[in-house]
C-alpha cells in the first residue's frame, strides 16, 4: 500500500498496524481482522445496520460479510486521545466510484496496536438488492387519499404485479416468467387506500423457508440484530419494513412467514385467517395453508392496514369481516404448555417476566394454562400435506431445471417428491381433529405463547443448528396454520443473545374472522406492558 495522505502525522507503528488491517480488509482475512480488534467484551463495531458490542459479536458478523469492493484510502486523520490511545478518521474510495469512512479507536496492549472501537459509514447504496428485486420512489402511485395515504408498500415477490414478473426468490425461474396482465387483489386494496408500490421484495425461494436467507440474491439485513438471521420467507419485506424503506410489508404466512421474520426483527406481523384475503394472483406453496399477512412497524400502521383491507370499504373482494372482528376479543388468556416446552431457557424466561408485569396491572387479564397435545403431532401432519402441494404446484418446474435451486430448498423438494398419495390422505385425516382442538381452545380466549424459540440465530450457524431452530419454530407456528386462524406476533419480548439485546414477539391466536380485533387485543397487550422494561418492546405498541 502506496503513503497514505496525511500519514506523516500517525505514529510509525499505528499507521503499520493500519495498513495491515486495511490491506486485511480488501483481503477478506479473518484471522488477521479478527487479531486487529481488541478482545474482550468492551470492544465495539458500527456501521448502518447497527452496533456490535464484544469481539466475538464482531467476529461472528465478521464471517457472514465476505471482503469489501476494490478501494484505496485517500486520506487519513490521526488525533491522539492520550497516551497510548488514538483516533483515526479515513476517506476509502472504491474502483466503481463513491466515497467511505471509518472511524476507529486504537490503543496500545502489551505493545500492540489494536482497534477497541469502530465505526462504518459505507458508500452511498442505490439499492440494496437483497432487500429488493426492484424499487421505487416510488414503483407505483397509490391513490392520492385514503386510510392509508402516505404509507408505502413492499410486496413479497409471489404477487402479480401489472406488467411485472413474479420471480419466487429464484433467477431462473425469473428469466423464464412472462409479465402479469393485472395485479393481485391484495395489493390493489393497498393502493386503493392511498399507499404506494414502494418495490418488489427478496423472499426465500418458493418460500419454502423460515430462516430468511437466499443464495442468490443475499441475505437481507436484519435490522434489529445485524449479523443474525432475518426470518423468512418474508424476509425482503420485514427487512424493508425494520430499515424504514417502507411501512407496510404484504407478505404470505403458510407455516409462520409473516411471524418468524416480525419476531426476529422486532416488528407487528398478521397472518390473516385462511381464505379471508384473496389469493388470487399470488403465486401458492401449499394452498391448504396459504394466506395473506402485513408487517409493520408499530402497531397503529398495522391497525389501519387491517381496518381498511378487512372493511365493507376496503376490499373490493374480501367479504368484510365487521361483525366478529368488530366486537372485542375477551380479555382472557390461554397459554399452551406443551408449546413452551419448546422454547429456549432465555426465552421462557422472559415470557414469564411478561406474565408477571401483566398479572401485575389493575386490570389484569385472566390467564390459564391449557393442553394443545404434542406438537410433533401438528408438524408431522403439516409438513406431510404442505410438500404434498408444494410438489404438485412446483415439482414439474423443479424437474425441468435441475440445480436451480438452492441446497436447503433443493432438500426439501426431493423430500416433497417422494410423499405418496397414501402419506398425504393420511396427513389430512390428522389434521381435522388437530384443528378442531385449536378451535376449541380459542372459543372463550386467545392463545398466549412466544413467536419464536428465541432470537434470530446467527447468519454463521451451522446447518444442524439452522434445522434444529426451524423444527423447533414450526411446531410453535403450526397450530395456527392447521387450525386456519388469525396469528399475530407483537415486539414484546427481549432476550439475550451474543449479538446484544434481540427482539422476541409474542403470538396471539384467536378465533377465525377476529382479526381486526385481535390488532385492536395485541395493542391493548402491549400498552399493559410497556411500562415494563424487562419485557420492553423492541418496536412501536401505539
Not at 132 to 146: H, I, N
Not at 424 to 449: M, N, S, Y
Not at 479 to 484: E, S
Request: include cysteine; aromatic fraction near 6%; hydrophobic fraction near 40%.
Amino acid at each position: 500500500m502506496t503513503e497514505i495522505p496525511g500519514a506523516d502525522s500517525v505514529p510509525a507503528e499505528l499507521y503499520q498496524a493500519f495498513t495491515r488491517y486495511e490491506a486485511a480488509v480488501v483481503a477478506n482475512d479473518l484471522d488477521h481482522l479478527d487479531a486487529a480488534f481488541a478482545p474482550g467484551e468492551a470492544t465495539m463495531r458500527g456501521d448502518a445496520a447497527g452496533l456490535l458490542v464484544g469481539h466475538e459479536a464482531i467476529s461472528a458478523f465478521r464471517g457472514t460479510r465476505g471482503g469489501v469492493a476494490p478501494r484505496v484510502i485517500e486520506r487519513v486523520e490521526h488525533r491522539a486521545l492520550g497516551p497510548d490511545v488514538a483516533l483515526l478518521v479515513s476517506v476509502s474510495r472504491y474502483d466503481a466510484g463513491g466515497t467511505g469512512l471509518q472511524t476507529q479507536v486504537w490503543q496500545r496492549v502489551e505493545g500492540t496496536w489494536l482497534i477497541t472501537a469502530a465505526h462504518v459509514t459505507p458508500r452511498a447504496a442505490a439499492l440494496d438488492r437483497r432487500i429488493w428485486r426492484t424499487v421505487g420512489d416510488p414503483l407505483y402511485q397509490g391513490a392520492w387519499e385514503g386510510p392509508l395515504a402516505g404509507l408505502t408498500v413492499a410486496v413479497k415477490d409471489l404477487f402479480a404485479i401489472k406488467g411485472y414478473r413474479i420471480g419466487a426468490g429464484n433467477p431462473t425461474y425469473l428469466d423464464g416468467a412472462r409479465p402479469e396482465p393485472s395485479t393481485a387483489p391484495a395489493v390493489s386494496d393497498l393502493l386503493r387506500g392511498g399507499a404506494s408500490l414502494r418495490g418488489i421484495a427478496r423472499t426465500d425461494e418458493f418460500a419454502y423457508s423460515v430462516a430468511g436467507d437466499n443464495p442468490h440474491y443475499g441475505t437481507p439485513p436484519n435490522e434489529a440484530l445485524p449479523g443474525a438471521l432475518p426470518g423468512g420467507s418474508s424476509s425482503g419485506p420485514a427487512s424493508a419494513v425494520a430499515t424504514g424503506q417502507a411501512e407496510i410489508g404484504l407478505a404470505t404466512d403458510t407455516a409462520g412467514s409473516v411471524r418468524v421474520p416480525a419476531s426476529y426483527q422486532g416488528l407487528w406481523g398478521l397472518r390473516t385467517t385462511h381464505g379471508l384475503v384473496p389469493r388470487q394472483g399470488m403465486l401458492p406453496l401449499a394452498q391448504s395453508f396459504d394466506t395473506v399477512g402485513w408487517l409493520t412497524r408499530d402497531g397503529g400502521t398495522l391497525q389501519r392496514v387491517a381496518d381498511w383491507c378487512l372493511s365493507y370499504d376496503g376490499s373490493e373482494s374480501t367479504e368484510s369481516v365487521y361483525g366478529a372482528s368488530d366486537q372485542d376479543l375477551p380479555w382472557r388468556f390461554a397459554v399452551p404448555t406443551e408449546l413452551l416446552a419448546v422454547v429456549e431457557a432465555d426465552t421462557r424466561a422472559a415470557f414469564d417476566r411478561f406474565l408477571a408485569a401483566l398479572a401485575g396491572r389493575p386490570d389484569a387479564p385472566r390467564v390459564d394454562q391449557v393442553s394443545i397435545g404434542d406438537p410433533e403431532e401438528f408438524l408431522a401432519a403439516f409438513r406431510t400435506v404442505q410438500a404434498a402441494e408444494a410438489w404438485r404446484n412446483d415439482g414439474p418446474w423443479v424437474r425441468e431445471h435441475p440445480g436451480a435451486l438452492g441446497p436447503a430448498v433443493a432438500e426439501r423438494f426431493r423430500s416433497a417428491a417422494r410423499m405418496t398419495d397414501e402419506d398425504e390422505a393420511a396427513a389430512r385425516a390428522a389434521l381435522a381433529p388437530l384443528g378442531d382442538r385449536v378451535r376449541r381452545l380459542v372459543g372463550d380466549a386467545v392463545l398466549l405463547l412466544p413467536t419464536a424459540p428465541g432470537p434470530a440465530p446467527l447468519r454463521t450457524s451451522g446447518g444442524e443448528r439452522v434445522d434444529a431452530v426451524r423444527t423447533a419454530t414450526l411446531q410453535l407456528t403450526t397450530p395456527a396454520a392447521v387450525a386456519g386462524l388469525p396469528a399475530l406476533s407483537a415486539p414484546l419480548l427481549t432476550v439475550g443473545s451474543l449479538l446484544g439485546p434481540a427482539p422476541v414477539g409474542v403470538c396471539l391466536v384467536s378465533s377465525a374472522d377476529t382479526d381486526i380485533a385481535l390488532v385492536r387485543l395485541a395493542r391493548r397487550l402491549a400498552r399493559a406492558v410497556a411500562p415494563d422494561h424487562a419485557t420492553a418492546p423492541t418496536g412501536g405498541t401505539t
